[in-house]
């Protein structure tokens, strides 16, 4: 039941504290992660894995994205992710040593079903299905998996299974480090522990993201920016703003602004950006200079120690600081609240998006 919500997208949203605090149960000791939370093979494959496909459609294909920062820069081991449709039909090269991997809420997605069926006839040392369904097609056909334990998903548009998709994933990359036998990133793993916690502030900023999406409800394009890890964030922004307000957004990497979409700023675009305070915030600062200069809109969610100003053109929203690992998975919450309060103002069916089904399973 949707309890007091409006609509089931809103109800889980707001059980993400509790969902990721779920995913996290049981998997982490003290200073570190337990890597035989992937089964008992886990530790072996781990060890002999140089470089990892990661395989998905959607919501869960950003989840793959951003998991591509991270098993590189934590974990030093190179990464291709690719949408399941596409990669099904290609003749890809597999290196030795590659493991396979599929990011699913449902596990029956047809077009991910036949990835993993085609990546079966390959070279791969393995596959691992990180999935919300315990016991659907694609955890029974994978070599092990790891379940993301949000709950049922009913709304159409992907909001806890995403974030529990993240969380997996920082588990796969610490594991993945580990039985390499590096460092422990012992700080990861203590905000991780402190993340549900961060989580629960930042819904507290509803209301006022509420009031934020007044601005949105007439417009009919949007434009997402990000660098880094925070790139993936920005398409998931747009998807969810796309999928179930119907108003056409587009994501950019911020440094690509320059190179086209900066045409596309007036007065009349909103620019959402998300500004962690990590290495590229000087970067990001000078491009959002170049849409101010344009007359674009800027709403910037920002860490609170960055210091960028709310001006006439610039509205900017402040999120509790957050280890620069962890923000691209706290980032994601306002664009979701974002998202769904333009909808709500504009009157579509959050929960049963036109054209759209929860669960995909023809090709
Ligand atoms: C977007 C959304 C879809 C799914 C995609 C894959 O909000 O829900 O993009 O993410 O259809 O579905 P799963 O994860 O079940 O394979």
Not at 146 to 162: C, D, H, Q, Y
């Amino acid at each position: 039941s949707k309890g007091n919500y409006r609509h089931y997208m809103l109800k889980e949203i707001f059980e993400q504290p509790d969902v990721i605090s779920a995913a996290l149960e049981g998997r982490l000791s003290d200073s570190s992660v337990l890597v035989e939370s992937f089964g008992p093979d886990a530790q072996a494959l781990f060890q002999s894995t140089r470089q990892v496909h990661i395989i998905a459609c959607g919501t869960s294909y950003h989840a793959g994205l951003v998991a591509r920062y991270w098993l590189e820069r934590y974990a030093g081991v190179p990464v291709q992710v690719e949408v399941a449709s596409e990669y099904r039909y290609r003749h890809p090269v597999v290196p030795e040593g590659t493991l396979f991997v599929t990011l699913s809420q449902s596990g029956e997605t047809a077009d991910t079903l036949a990835a993993l069926r085609f990546a079966k006839t390959l070279s791969y040392i393995g596959s691992l299905a990180i999935c919300n369904v315990p016991g659907s097609s694609l955890v029974r056909e994978s070599d092990m998996s790891l379940m993301t334990r949000a709950g049922p998903e009913i709304g159409v548009a992907s909001t806890k299974a995403f974030t529990t998709q993240l969380v997996a994933l920082m588990l796969l990359t610490l594991s993945v480090s580990k039985a390499k036998g590096q460092p422990e990133q012992q700080d990861i793993v203590t905000a991780l522990g402190a993340l549900p916690a961060l989580c629960q502030q930042v819904l507290v900023l509803d209301s006022q993201i509420e009031t934020l999406s007044q601005a949105f409800a007439e417009k009919h394009h949007a434009l997402f920016l990000g660098r880094g890890a925070h790139y993936p964030i920005a398409l998931e922004g747009a998807l969810k703003l796309k999928e179930i307000s119907y108003i056409h957004a587009e994501a950019y990497p911020a440094g690509e602004l320059k190179h086209g979409p900066l045409a596309l700023v007036d007065s009349e675009m909103p620019v959402i950006s998300v500004a962690p305070n990590d290495d590229l915030l000087e970067k990001l600062k000078s491009n959002l200079q170049e849409v101010r200069a344009r007359g674009g809109q800027l709403f910037v969610f920002a860490d609170e120690r960055v210091g960028i100003s709310e001006q006439d053109d610039v509205r900017v929203l402040t999120l509790p600081h957050v280890h620069e690992a962890l923000a691209p998975l706290l980032y994601t919450l306002p664009l979701q609240l974002l998202s769904y309060h333009v909808a709500v103002l504009k009157g579509t069916d959050v929960d049963q998006p036109r054209n759209l089904a929860k669960s995909v399973t023809v090709e």
